[in-house]
């Protein structure tokens, strides 16, 4: 048992070797001390190289076996890997949408009178951002104009109801109703049962109808459609606008926010819903936007355009919020989106105003290397998933067919089953619903919801194009496809 040195092999040790070079000698030999210990000490700063392999624990290039690893130091270790943050665009449902250039339409409940207790009451309406009419009811002849004092900016005029007293709740609608369509609101009005309804004319975000300040009795509100202006700079973000109706901000280039909406904190931005205040970007060190917006136009999958040159959105918080503030709901908004373009000429970010339409997005995510879901990076790119707002799903169908055979320059491919009409062969590698190509060479040509690659390169369409249209299912290459070509589809169910 004498070869068991017990007490110099295993025991705790109290020699160190500062500086551990890699290779096979890995520790410099000393000729008295070649046993387990030094071993194991060997082994330990290999392992702590693994960890730290660009050594950066203070001071630089100092670092033994021994030494802690608290922080993430550099990006090669493995705990630097394990704590790394990635950004990508987050999966889309159906509430990561806004419109632009909507009127604004409103319901009003009406109740009874009962001896005339409706009497002078008034409900208010805009019809503009400063223009509003406050409707009051004159019963019986009894009534007196309430004659309200606007807020600043506004002009209010009187729309008076006249109605008996004792009234029912679906005589005093009509009767508002006829009065309004008599105004000149730029309004109409419409009456079923006790609901008015009342649809302005103009699209604006005015405000919201409301009782006065001699509320009628009984009477509710309700805005079944909220009115935008025609144009904007911008959007502010509610947490009802995201996946799941709810999540939190990562703020800043360095945020340590895990499951996290990226954005740039915004000096200016102080009162929810002040657009256009600054152009803010939280930058990777690889002058990265890690707080860009993906934008397209719902429907057409087409991203919205300035002069020619793409539209994006960049996410912007409120001035103070901190990392990992949760987003605020509706009417506290925290969020914002603002519209950019890089300018063709400078390459500088400048603003942009967004025309009327129905608008999509997809937001930056923040999560950390050892959270991501498996299929993180496929949610990435252009809004890969938006399509007509109107349908119920939120994937086109898609084609990959492996070549296999050389098909000649001009052969025709079918875009379901991958059969050349000659020479050329191929299997389906990958299959998702049935595509057809549009029924026109022109509309092939201009849909953007009709796409072929060849080997990841996207291919124009066209006569005299890389592509050219034959039928509502076959299409052929100008060139020769070769074996080993990957031809990619993606387009819609029926155009």
Same mark, same amino acid.
């Given at each position: ?11 705790? @040790? ?47 290039? =100092? ?26 665009? @987050? ?19 009406? &109740? ?21 009419? #406050? ?21 209010? /005029? ?62 509710? #509100? ?64 690889? &002058? %990265? &936007? ?55 000429? =400078? ?22 290397? #050892? ?22 799903? @939120? ?32 299997? %389906?590698?990958?299959? #998702?619903?049935?595509? %057809?190509?549009?029924?026109?060479? &022109? ?24 592509? /050219?249209?034959? @039928? ?24």
């Amino acid at each position: 048992m004498s070869n068991l040195d017990q007490e110099t092999q295993v025991r705790n @040790s109290d020699v160190y070797s500062d500086v551990v070079p890699a290779g096979a000698g890995l520790e410099t030999p000393i000729a008295a001390n070649q046993n387990l210990l030094f071993d194991l000490n060997a082994l330990r700063s290999q392992v702590q190289k693994v960890i730290d392999p660009q050594q950066l624990t203070t001071p630089v290039n =100092t670092s033994k076996w021994y030494t802690s690893i608290s922080t993430a130091l550099d990006n090669f270790g493995l705990r630097q890997i394990h704590d790394k943050k990635f950004v990508f665009k @987050s999966p889309k449902d159906t509430t990561n949408q806004f419109p632009i250039g909507l009127v604004e339409i409103s319901d009003v409940t009406t &109740a009874a009178d009962t001896a005339s207790n409706q009497n002078s009451k008034f409900f208010i309406f805009y019809d503009t951002t400063a223009t509003a009419y #406050y409707v009051w009811f004159n019963v019986g002849g009894a009534g007196v104009d309430p004659n309200p004092t606007p807020p600043g900016g506004v002009t209010y /005029t009187g729309i008076v109801v006249a109605f008996t007293a004792g009234s029912t709740a679906n005589a005093i609608a009509a009767a508002i109703q006829a009065a309004i369509a008599a105004s000149a609101a730029s309004v109409t009005a419409s009456v079923l049962t006790n609901v008015v309804t009342i649809t302005n004319t103009i699209p604006s975000n005015v405000t919201d109808v409301a009782a006065g300040a001699a509320p009628p009795v009984g009477f509710t #509100y309700l805005v079944t459609q909220q009115g935008t202006n025609t144009t904007a700079q911008g959007k502010v973000v509610s947490s009802s606008m995201v996946a799941g109706g709810a999540g939190v901000i990562a703020v800043g280039p360095s945020a340590v926010t895990n499951n996290a909406y990226v954005a740039a904190t915004e000096a200016n931005f102080t009162v929810a819903g002040t657009l256009g205040v600054g152009l803010s970007v939280a930058s990777s060190s690889q &002058a %990265v &936007a890690l707080n860009e917006v993906d934008i397209l136009i719902a429907g057409t999958n087409d991203p919205p355009l300035d002069a020619g040159t793409r539209v994006f959105g960049l996410l912007q918080a409120l001035s103070g919020t901190a990392d990992g503030t949760a987003i605020a709901g509706p009417g506290s908004e925290n969020l914002q989106i603002s519209f950019v373009k890089i300018h063709p000429t =400078t390459d500088l970010l400048v603003a942009v105003t967004l025309p009327a339409g129905l608008y999509q997005f997809q937001l930056p995510f923040q999560q950390s290397f #050892y959270g991501l879901d498996r299929g993180a990076f496929l949610s990435g790119g252009q809004l890969p998933d938006i399509i007509d707002s109107g349908s119920g799903t @939120s994937r086109l169908p898609f084609r990959q067919f492996n070549v296999t055979a050389n098909a000649a320059a001009g052969e025709t491919l079918n875009v379901q089953t991958g059969v050349f009409s000659g020479s050329g062969t191929s299997t %389906v590698f990958a299959s #998702y619903g049935t595509p %057809v190509t549009p029924s026109t060479s &022109a509309q092939f040509r201009d849909d953007s919801r009709c796409k072929v690659w060849r080997n990841g390169v996207l291919q124009a369409k066209g006569a005299a194009e890389d592509v /050219t249209w034959v @039928s509502a299912t076959q299409i052929s290459f100008v060139k020769v496809v070769k074996t080993n070509d990957r031809i990619q589809i993606e387009s819609l169910a029926a155009f």
